[in-house]
């Protein structure tokens, strides 16, 4: 299990990471029923806390002439209206509940790969609860904690040189981050070399990225024995994607489902099933009229974050619940995922390999843009295709002309030319979702 000293180290630093991994651990074994009613009752203490707390919800309420109290069953908590990405937007500052102070909470930005990218307010304790989900994740995949773990992420800061104290936590936790924002061969070498020196080894990372390691192995016939297993997120797992993964570490491929503004919404077991975790989100299944039957749109409250609520928020995802129990005996119930979240890579002419969310990062603080897209149609050429809003100004013209310039300061990609095109509409996906990259060269 996991060493005194992971557990000393996240006590000194006052994280209860490892309390909420505990209490998981013990309700995945519940019955489906009890952890829908426990999952109910989670949701009415935030309806009320919401309600008395933050100025958005005690308008939505008075607005749809019910209080907390009035909501006794699923189909009560139906009628309240939808979250949307816009909504947030426009509401931020009356979201955030006044039961803590904005200043000490946490300021995040989702991925923007379904939609506009939004900014959200987190306190401590919703990171807390995240991490103690993917610890519980880990374990449905057979961690034990005596593992190291490998995570193959997008994080700029993973980029600079590791503190003494980074070193020593490392060390303490067991827990290697290798930064997945740009990456070629000779990077993935390295990644290879690293994971084949902690022993016993999980890997945790995107879906893209992995895809692309496991690609190279194949083709340089590398092996590797020390992985027991591999999760991956932040994008839709296609099964050809996991066939290749699996057949490069040699070992099994399990997916996890989350979202930077409602982490932790499900996660498969050993039997390969997508389990909700009822503990951590609510989730609905709404018929969409431009969708088949099998196609549900998601909507899902999250059930840890007190500070800034997410009630009923329409994440841009679709899934099928599916009925029965899951082989493993747990009982948190079943999903089978339709169409997830997806992002593309930028290729250079060198053959380095840019991740998506950079560029997106690019069109932060341009308020005035309504919506974008970078699209690569070679490698020395990017389209970016920009929707203005009714506040566009010069300013944010500005910004948008300086963005080539620092595409190629961050990344080196000095041949690169970027097109600016300003339109009316761009293309949504097949599930009605807004990409905002897309690779055409690979």
């Given at each position: 299990m996991h060493s005194k000293a992971q557990r000393l180290l996240a006590l000194i630093r006052g994280r209860k990471r490892y309390a909420y991994l505990d209490e998981y651990e013990r309700l995945q074994w519940f019955s489906r029923e009890r952890l829908l009613n426990l999952q109910f009752e989670r949701m009415k203490q935030l309806l009320a806390h919401a309600y008395?707390?933050?100025?958005?919800?005690?308008?939505?309420?008075?607005?749809?002439?019910?209080?907390?109290?009035?909501?006794?069953?699923?189909?009560?908590?139906?009628?309240?209206?939808?979250?949307?990405?816009?909504?947030v937007k426009e509401n931020v500052d009356k979201m955030i509940s006044n039961s803590f102070l904005k200043s000490e909470l946490k300021a995040n930005t989702s991925g923007g790969s379904t939609g506009e990218p939004l900014s959200f307010y987190?306190?401590?304790?919703?990171?807390?609860?995240?991490?103690?989900?993917?610890?519980?994740?880990?374990?449905?995949?057979?961690?034990?904690?005596k593992e190291h773990i490998v995570q193959l992420w997008g994080n700029p800061k993973d980029s600079k040189k590791a503190s003494a104290f980074q070193r020593i936590r490392e060390a303490f936790t067991k827990m290697t981050i290798l930064n997945a924002?740009?990456?070629?061969?000779?990077?993935?070498?390295?990644?290879?070399?690293?994971?084949?020196?902690?022993?016993?080894?999980?890997?945790?990372?995107?879906?893209?990225?992995?895809?692309?390691?496991?690609?190279?192995?194949?083709?340089?016939?590398?092996?590797?024995?020390?992985?027991?297993?591999?999760i991956t997120s932040a994008e839709q797992l296609i099964s050809w994607q996991r066939e290749l993964i699996k057949k490069a570490f040699q070992c099994e491929v399990y997916d996890q489902y989350g979202s930077r503004e409602i982490p932790g919404i499900s996660c498969e077991c050993e039997k390969r099933k997508m389990h909700l975790l009822t503990h951590s989100a609510y989730v609905e299944f709404i018929a969409d009229s431009d969708q088949p039957e099998n196609m549900k749109k998601i909507v899902v409250t999250s059930l840890s974050n007190f500070s800034m609520p997410f009630i009923r928020y329409e994440i841009g995802d679709y899934a099928l619940p599916k009925e029965g129990p899951c082989a493993c005996g747990r009982g948190f119930p079943?999903?089978?995922?339709?169409?997830?979240?997806?992002?593309?890579?930028?290729?250079?002419?060198?053959g380095n390999k840019i991740y998506g969310t950079?560029?997106?990062?690019?069109?932060?603080?341009?308020?005035?843009?309504?919506?974008?897209?970078?699209?690569?149609t070679d490698p020395r050429h990017i389209f970016l295709y920009v929707v203005r809003g009714s506040q566009f100004s010069e300013s944010d013209s500005e910004k948008i002309e300086k963005i080539e310039g620092k595409i190629r300061e961050a990344t080196g990609w000095y041949g690169l030319s970027l097109s600016v095109k300003y339109v009316e509409e761009i293309p949504k996906t097949m599930g009605g979702k807004h990409r905002h990259v897309v690779c055409e060269v690979e």
């Open positions: 008395v707390s933050t100025p958005y919800y005690r308008d939505l309420f008075r607005e749809v002439g019910c209080r907390p109290d009035d909501i006794r069953t699923c189909q009560d908590f139906a009628k309240l209206p939808v979250l949307t990405k816009k909504l987190q306190d401590q304790d919703v990171f807390e609860q995240m991490y103690a989900n993917q610890m519980l994740a880990l374990k449905m995949a057979g961690w034990t904690g924002y740009k990456y070629n061969e000779d990077v993935i070498k390295h990644w290879i070399n690293v994971i084949r020196s902690k022993g016993n080894t999980y890997i945790y990372g995107y879906v893209s990225v992995l895809t692309d390691v496991a690609d190279y192995m194949l083709r340089e016939k590398i092996t590797i024995v020390n992985v027991k297993g591999v079943i999903i089978e995922m339709k169409i997830g979240r997806v992002t593309d890579r930028f290729v250079t002419p060198n950079f560029f997106v990062r690019q069109m932060y603080g341009i308020d005035g843009v309504k919506n974008f897209q970078f699209k690569q």
